[in-house]
Nanobody, 130 residues
Framework: QVQLVESGGGLVQAGGSLRLSCAAS????????MGWFRQAPGKERDFVAA???????????DIADSVKGRFTISRDSAKNTVYLQMNNLKPEDTAVYYC????????????????????WGQGTQVTISS
């Protein structure tokens, strides 16, 4: 089992940047596919990014089209932390951002579906002003 705690959210102006962190305790992150999702008021929870490592130690990541070129996902195994670097932020990026872990560990066909993830953090609010 793993516990996840997000941090780094806040209020920034459009065009600004934020870096979200997801600190894990319990089992090491290498056992999980790690994802970031976001949920705006009145909307469904949407996939943002995911990252995992294969058996040979190579990292693979996927980014949603809506944020591609602006957001980057990374992980620091030594710190047991996953990051979401968000640049050139737009008002439509305003949402609660959640970190999640999937104990299947790799990119199954449904890795973009929130229901596939087993563990979730409490979320961190990101607000972008125009």
């Amino acid at each position: 089992q793993v516990q996840l705690v997000e941090s780094g959210g806040g209020l920034v102006q459009a065009g600004g940047s934020l870096r979200l962190s997801c600190a894990a305790s319990g089992r090491g992150l290498s056992n999980y596919l790690m994802g970031w999702f976001r949920q705006a008021p009145g909307k469904e929870r949407d996939f943002v990014a995911a990252i995992s490592r294969n058996e040979r130690g190579a990292y693979y990541a996927d980014i949603a089209d809506s944020v591609k070129g602006r957001f980057t996902i990374s992980r620091d195994s030594a710190k047991n932390t996953v990051y979401l670097q968000m640049n050139n932020l737009k008002p439509e990026d305003t949402a609660v951002y959640y970190c999640a872990a999937d104990d299947r560990g790799w990119f199954a066909n449904t890795y973009r579906a929130p229901a596939e993830y087993d563990y979730w953090g409490q979320g961190t609010q990101v607000t972008i002003s125009s």
